[in-house]
């Protein structure tokens, strides 16, 4: 296991560990998959050549999304005032073609297509919150919420930029459309309404620093967690907002942190609460190759961290239909695989989760199920399409499409 994480490789393999392996190729699509991906029970001598299939950009990407009808959004990471959100198509996922540009000011820091199935409008943020149409191939800004706010009119304008705190980060609720809750590095969450007439619902300082991810909890309307450089995760209730429950926070997990830290090191990047248990949350700390799982049933330190990474972790997202499954990459140049299904079924976590906490001592694990790589090149996002086991990742001026 030492060798493993002691530098980056261009091909990983698990040897003896015994886990549980999908059937990779085992279909006639199977040449399709891109090459160095392996299962847990291959060996070295073993493993074969496969076909990535990218589509690359003319600049570094950055932000990603993937829509049930096989549209991705790629939005440019560029230090100057030239950026781009572009969105590709593919029929077989294996050839992707651009079908549709926009210019934007500031680089985007996420995007999201809208969660209703139907690839007609997605929603982005960087210096604000704006809301995109997407018809007969033409991308067009249709709103942009930001302004609204402040009552500065509907679409940015040049006299506009910059006047406004930037939206870190946002997430659009699955269950009703109409709700949309950003996060801005002024501390606020705001939750909207697009149904309201200045669009806001309610807003609310939510950490005591800037607030870098929030998202709406799983099946919920009125619950939602965030994270930010206060190094703390805070779950609020939209129906009652004089208080929230903070289920971590640095204090209380100082055996996860660095010894000898400052409080910039604590702050919490990114959060994925499970699609499928409401009490499960996943998060990292900035410049950290941990990812923490926490438990809202056993608040104060994680129940697992999984340490499979040898550099920073920049993305992690929960496997659309399987439970328990989830996604991470880093600038180690790799993709991970976790099958957390053994670690985190109710009679494990109950049976292990108060022992934990009260020695303060954290499980770790650091063998995934799997691992893919295309070194040299830095995996800054990842995104599973919505309808099986293909992942999308973005690497420097090039998304790759994947099958897990």
Same mark, same amino acid.
């Given at each position: 296991?030492?060798?493993?994480?002691?530098?980056?490789?261009?091909?990983?393999?698990?040897?003896?560990?015994?886990?549980?392996?999908?059937?990779?190729? @085992?279909?006639?699509?199977?040449?399709?998959?891109?090459?160095?991906?392996?299962?847990?029970?291959?060996? =070295? @001598?073993?493993? @074969?050549?496969?076909?990535?299939?990218?589509?690359?950009?003319?600049?570094?990407?950055?932000?990603?999304?993937?829509?049930?009808?096989?549209?991705?959004?790629?939005?440019?990471?560029?230090?100057?005032?030239?950026?781009?959100?572009?969105?590709?198509?593919?029929?077989?996922?294996?050839?992707?073609?651009?079908?549709?540009?926009?210019?934007?000011?500031?680089?985007?820091?996420?995007?999201?297509?809208? =969660?209703?199935?139907?690839?007609?409008?997605?929603?982005?943020?960087?210096?604000?919150?704006?809301?995109?149409?997407?018809?007969?191939?033409?991308?067009?800004? @249709?709103?942009?919420?930001?302004?609204?706010?402040?009552?500065?009119?509907?679409?940015?304008?040049?006299?506009?930029?910059?006047?406004?705190?930037?939206?870190?980060?946002?997430?659009?609720?699955?269950?009703?459309?109409?709700?949309?809750?950003?996060?801005?590095?002024?501390?606020?969450?705001?939750?909207?309404?697009? !149904?309201?007439?200045?669009?806001?619902?309610?807003?609310?300082?939510?950490?005591?620093?800037?607030?870098?991810?929030?998202?709406?909890?799983?099946?919920?309307?009125?619950?939602?967690?965030?994270?930010?450089?206060?190094?703390?995760?805070?779950?609020?209730?939209?129906?009652?907002?004089?208080?929230?429950?903070?289920?971590?926070?640095?204090?209380?997990?100082?055996?996860?942190?660095?010894?000898?830290?400052?409080?910039?090191?604590?702050?919490?990047?990114?959060?994925?609460?499970?699609?499928?248990?409401?009490?499960?949350?996943?998060?990292?700390?900035?410049?950290?190759?941990?990812?923490?799982?926490?438990?809202?049933?056993?608040?104060?330190?994680?129940?697992?961290?999984?340490?499979?990474?040898?550099?920073?972790?920049?993305?992690? !997202?929960?496997?659309?239909?399987?439970?328990?499954?989830?996604?991470?990459?880093?600038?180690?140049?790799?993709?991970?695989?976790?099958?957390?299904?053994?670690?985190?079924?109710?009679?494990?976590?109950?049976?292990?989760?108060?022992?934990?906490?009260?020695?303060?001592?954290?499980?770790?694990?650091?063998?995934? !199920? !799997?691992?893919?790589?295309?070194?040299?090149?830095?995996?800054?996002?990842?995104?599973?399409?919505?309808?099986?086991?293909?992942?999308?990742?973005?690497?420097?001026?090039?998304?790759?499409?994947?099958?897990?």
């Amino acid at each position: 296991m030492d060798h493993y994480r002691s530098s980056k490789r261009s091909s990983i393999s698990f040897g003896s560990y015994q886990r549980p392996s999908m059937n990779f190729g @085992q279909n006639s699509s199977s040449y399709y998959t891109p090459r160095q991906l392996y299962s847990a029970q291959q060996s =070295p @001598q073993k493993t @074969q050549a496969m076909i990535p299939c990218h589509y690359e950009a003319h600049f570094p990407l950055f932000a990603l999304d993937w829509s049930e009808d096989d549209y991705v959004a790629l939005g440019s990471y560029k230090e100057d005032a030239f950026n781009k959100i572009q969105i590709v198509h593919s029929n077989d996922l294996i050839t992707w073609d651009k079908v549709s540009e926009g210019n934007v000011v500031f680089p985007i820091s996420r995007v999201q297509w809208c =969660p209703n199935g139907m690839s007609q409008r997605l929603a982005t943020c960087s210096d604000s919150l704006r809301l995109w149409s997407f018809s007969d191939c033409t991308l067009q800004e @249709q709103l942009n919420l930001s302004l609204c706010r402040y009552n500065k009119g509907t679409t940015t304008s040049m006299a506009t930029l910059g006047q406004l705190p930037p939206v870190s980060s946002f997430h659009w609720n699955s269950i009703d459309n109409n709700l949309i809750i950003s996060c801005s590095i002024d501390t606020t969450c705001t939750v909207w309404d697009l !149904q309201s007439t200045n669009y806001v619902k309610t807003q609310l300082i939510a950490h005591d620093s800037e607030v870098f991810d929030v998202k709406f909890l799983t099946q919920s309307t009125q619950l939602f967690a965030s994270c930010g450089g206060d190094g703390s995760v805070r779950v609020f209730d939209l129906r009652c907002l004089a208080h929230s429950t903070i289920i971590y926070e640095p204090s209380a997990a100082s055996g996860v942190l660095r010894e000898n830290s400052n409080s910039s090191s604590h702050a919490l990047l990114r959060l994925e609460p499970s699609l499928y248990d409401p009490n499960v949350v996943a998060t990292f700390t900035q410049d950290s190759n941990s990812i923490i799982i926490l438990d809202m049933r056993y608040p104060g330190s994680p129940v697992l961290t999984l340490e499979g990474h040898i550099s920073a972790v920049n993305q992690i !997202q929960w496997h659309p239909s399987r439970r328990n499954v989830l996604l991470s990459c880093s600038d180690d140049c790799q993709v991970l695989y976790w099958d957390l299904n053994t670690w985190l079924s109710s009679s494990a976590v109950a049976s292990t989760a108060s022992k934990w906490n009260a020695n303060n001592i954290v499980h770790s694990l650091d063998v995934p !199920q !799997q691992a893919y790589t295309d070194a040299p090149y830095e995996v800054n996002n990842i995104v599973w399409r919505p309808q099986d086991d293909w992942f999308g990742c973005n690497m420097g001026r090039q998304f790759q499409s994947v099958r897990a």
